[in-house]
């Protein structure tokens, strides 16, 4: 059984982690340290997540492009904050086939600086304004440790960058992208996520304000899982980026950028899915039906096509597993791929025009007449996305703690962490000395609800806002 | 107007072909000299293309994966043949991040060695296979020369990969693709391809056979659109990958790889477009039609939002330039971007009823009833699709000589140069003289129809086999 070569969740997390993500068949590891290989099956989640969002950013204007993949150290360079972010982070082509470059580029760690570059071209007049592009690409950050997913020396990603005439047009998309993201989080992915803007110390190199969806994993330790930034005119500047207003005034445009990754998938794993395999909210599921036939008999491959048709009519996605190892086998398989319903049909069920369906969530089995299969498929792909967000829902908050004395911190330090929700004056040397002291990050500070009710954890001074501490992966 | 902007195609066709891709805003450059910047426009074509080859890989069995886009020199090195061919064009990277990296890795060139290297570990059955595995990616390969699409030293592309039980499948396999291709490209792209097979000598490093679509652009000059390879068991030897029969016997199974490239766009281009610009087959173009509004009045507006709806509903990608620039400024900038056809929509038009309509392909224009423009629409886009292709193929014929005599091929030395349909004994010697004498490189072997008919052209000795010679991108 392929459930016996995953670690238990409460016994190893980091290591139920990847047992899952390679025997579900996600990933593989590859000759080329810290670089993964996305399998089949982990590739079609994210083509899933990848349509629906990709699909959303259309809706609000925006168009792909295809940026080049280097970029030469000197444009890196144009703007100071940001490169010194990366650089320590960057892979560096040196040699191009047996000749070596007057200068070395990088393989881009992220794009800013490539459409920074190109807009100074294409940008001239309000008419031009705004500019809504997104890519789909795969970016390289050389990282130490790596994990599937979350941590990766290569990753798929998407990133929006936008150009406006106003402050307010730049700010608002900002927060449009924000709200994309937060929406498909909790409406795909079942993930109940926390939504709000990083200090100054976590915010990306070179924006002025970062945005953050935050997503509590099962063993209390955060995911930053999107991010939308507002740039001001920092890089607009560096670049000399101008249009002419309609006033034929010369003016510089502010600008945005916004992106998620394959970490999403790794997000969903480590919120859902349990010591059985992958659990799978059906709104993302490749397959949202596994029909499973005990015997490959006539009779019951009968049924297995006319649930086949029945199910393709409602575009229904589904696998059948028709391999002739056991029933038993095949069970634990659908369960370690995280199928959201299992339908297993068998000899007897069939003498009362019966099969019985499995809830991957719950584990629950009920026998259904065949007529009634459909119906309660569809009620049951519903009612699986809404438990596993309100069960995630419900672990999040019973991990959150509103904490008001500093040794209280400690008390995150546990197996299953979690976040502090607490009063912070807003100064860099409290947020430091939480992370020396505890190794607590700060994750955002909420948009709405963000009443102070006492003074800052660490120095007792003024608060001036709530925000979130948490360990982070 | 853009229109001027444009080289005409007799005059300088490669500065022709260099101008559309700009003026088209298919495409920019970037910083990153000898890579493009891929524009919405472009794109958004390319887009297309993706969407239409990915459902028919899929519907033929296949799944997408990612593997990295690095690969260790050691691993490149495993098959000889494969590195000697690639070794030269690729980008090194030594250093990650401050640090110099053990061993040197290169950008992916083609990504046969990442998937032999995968395919070791998860092939041990007959049962795993056949495997039938696709990747969207970009590769890298650095040329000295390049041009927009053509010749790119980063190249967004796909790479089939597939490994079979016997031989057999693995030739049918390599040739179900290679038809994937040629249906593709005649049916939405309107390009009347070759098919064939490549020589020895011109044949994919690695491969035992390479199949390969060529095209012939408008000047004559052949491209090689798409390529097809059987491999054999030169990778699986090289990789030691096995597996157990059904008579529990170990085998090593057999390859196959494919791939297709944004060249594609630029064969579109020098096939099918003129001097005022692009002109794109509607079964590819991002916007079957333009409407353009003469005037901003209302009663104009309303016809288009009234043909706005009815297109909508019969699902006819459009695009309505409601700018306040002049008509003769829209109706070039159409022509310029290759829609299909245009609709404008004028006071006068309005007074009885009407609209004219303008293709593209022959610019002729004709003054159509507002209720019947759908249904003219629905039959001119095929109208358009079938003369774009009946020109190419009309073009591509002309340009076809059939020639027995060696100094007769000195006549593709023209400006219009085109194939020559020749017979050959099959040597390399005489493939190679025909080169340095005439910088004719050998097409393709075409699979039917291959009736020899008279000695050699160069040596005169016994001709083994008809095919085509041509200058080449």
């Known amino acids: 059984m392929n459930n016996d070569k995953i670690t238990k969740r409460d016994v190893d997390f980091a290591k139920w982690y990847t047992d899952i993500c390679k025997v579900a068949d996600l990933v593989d590891y590859s000759s080329m340290k810290g670089s993964m290989i996305i399998r089949p099956y982990g590739y079609a989640i994210w083509e899933n997540m990848v349509s629906v969002l990709d699909k959303k950013f259309k809706e609000l204007g925006h168009m792909n492009v295809q940026m080049p993949m280097f970029i030469p150290e000197s444009l890196l360079q144009v703007e100071k904050n940001h490169v010194n972010g990366f650089v320590p982070e960057v892979a560096w082509v040196t040699h191009g086939g047996e000749n070596e470059l007057e200068e070395r580029i990088c393989v881009r760690p992220t794009s800013e600086v490539l459409f920074c570059d190109h807009f100074k071209k294409i940008i001239s007049s309000y008419r031009d304004l705004p500019i809504l592009y997104n890519q789909w690409c795969t970016i390289v950050r050389w990282e130490k440790t790596t994990r599937p997913f979350l941590r990766s020396r290569e990753i798929l990603w998407q990133e929006g960058h936008t150009m406006h005439e106003t402050e307010e047009e730049a700010r608002e998309e900002t927060l449009r992208m924000l709200k994309v993201y937060e929406d498909f989080q909790r409406e795909y992915l079942a993930m109940p996520v926390l939504v709000g803007k990083k200090t100054d110390k976590e ?16 063993n209390g330790v955060a995911l930053q899982n999107a991010t939308s930034h507002y ?3 920092g890089f607009a500047k560096a670049f000399d980026i101008k249009y002419l207003d309609k006033n034929n005034e010369l003016k510089t445009p ?15 794993i480590m919120t859902h899915s349990d010591d059985l395999g992958l659990v799978l909210p059906p709104m993302i599921a490749p397959y949202k039906i596994s029909i499973i036939p005990i015997k490959l008999e006539d009779d019951i491959l009968d049924v297995v096509n006319e649930l086949k048709k029945k199910l393709d009519k409602e575009n229904i996605t589904y696998i059948v597993d028709d391999s002739n190892k056991s ?21 007897k069920d069939l003498q009362d025009k019966k099969v019985t369906l499995v809830r991957r969530d719950t584990l629950e089995k009920m026998q259904i007449d065949i007529n009634d299969c459909i119906n309660m498929i569809k009620k049951l792909l519903i009612d699986i996305q809404n438990n596993l967000y309100n069960r995630a829902l419900k672990r999040r908050e019973s991990l959150t703690y509103n904490l008001y004395k500093y040794d209280e911190l400690k008390s995150l330090l546990t ?12 100064n860099v040397e409290c947020e430091n000395k939480i992370k ?11 948009l709405d609800d963000n009443k102070v009710d006492g003074p800052c954890i660490c120095c007792n001074k003024k608060a ?4 979130y501490f948490g360990k982070q992966y």
Chains 1, 2 share one sequence.
């Open 203 to 218: 915010k990306f190199a070179g924006a002025e304000e970062t945005y953050t969806i935050e997503a509590m994993m099962y």
């Open 231 to 233: 740039f001001g005119q």
């Open 254 to 268: 502010y600008q945005t950028s916004w992106g998620c990754t394959t970490r999403m998938i790794g997000g969903l």
């Open 327 to 347: 029933a038993g086998y095949k069970f634990a398989n659908a369960e370690v791929k995280g199928y959201p319903i299992r339908i297993e049909i068998g000899k």
């Open 415 to 426: 197996a299953d962490g979690g976040f502090a929700y607490v009063n912070w004056c807003g």
């Open 436 to 446: 020396d002291d505890f190794g607590l990050k700060s994750r955002c500070i909420p």
């Open 464 to 467: 001036t806002t709530k925000i």
